[in-house]
């Protein structure tokens, strides 16, 4: 079985720097990999996804994650954020059952 | 293009009772999947369904049982409910061919 961890809980950070997420994950199948956003309040959605190919993904709202397969890892970064990135990140993994497994989240944070 | 849709939105229970939620998958995908997500966590996985039988099913007591109906929607009933039945739970439709999954609202339950 696969598992996720996010290594931080929570981050703040102030407008327009930019932010890491970090995410591990452990299983002894090739994986897919995505990260999903959440609003308070409101159900996930999707900012980008690694199926296979290139490792630097890039997805909605200016994020990109850059999968490492040989540190079982993937990084979610953005430039510059802004105060409506506020919200609840979550890594998850699926192998080829495609039954996803997420991580706890990280509660970013971002001031002006 | 609608997304994918759940009802009710809220509910509140009281312990022993029986609820179901609903869920209606995006238009074109015919597999769906059910997430309990408690305050603080990130999503569980429950089941998923698709040509009206469950495929999968994660650690979850058989007081938790679906139904997937001829046009892909979808229903989660759960029995004698608990205190810590209380979070929110998260449809997801997909192509039974595909790793992508797309979440709905969510519906809060709350149990009293």
């Known amino acids: 079985a696969q598992s996720v961890t996010q290594l931080d809980s929570q981050v703040p950070v102030f407008e327009e720097a930019p932010v890491e997420l970090r995410c591990n994950y452990s299983?002894?199948?090739?994986?897919?990999l995505f990260w999903y956003v959440q609003y308070p309040n409101q159900g996930l959605q999707l900012l980008l996804k690694y199926l296979s190919g290139s490792t630097l993904v890039k997805g909605i709202n200016g994020f990109e994650a850059e999968f490492n397969k040989s540190q079982t890892s993937f990084h979610l970064r953005k430039p510059s954020v802004h105060i409506s990135d506020t919200a609840e990140y979550f890594c998850a993994v699926t192998r080829n059952d495609y039954k996803l497994s997420f991580g706890a989240g990280t509660t970013v944070t971002v001031r002006a | 293009d609608a997304g994918v849709t759940q009802s009710p939105t809220h509910l509140i229970k009281t312990r022993g009772q029986q609820v179901t939620l609903r869920c209606s998958p995006k238009s074109g995908h015919d597999t769906v999947s059910w997430y309990q997500q408690a305050l603080g966590q990130g999503p569980q996985f429950i089941f998923q369904y698709y040509e009206e039988e469950e495929r999968q099913r994660g650690n979850f007591p058989d007081r938790f049982s679906g139904h997937q109906f001829p046009n892909y929607s979808s229903e989660l009933n759960v029995n004698a409910l608990l205190l810590g039945d209380s979070a929110l739970y998260l449809c997801a439709s997909s192509l039974r061919t595909k790793e992508t999954q797309y979440f709905g609202p969510g519906t809060r339950l709350l149990v009293l």
């Open positions: 299983s002894s199948v090739s994986v897919y």
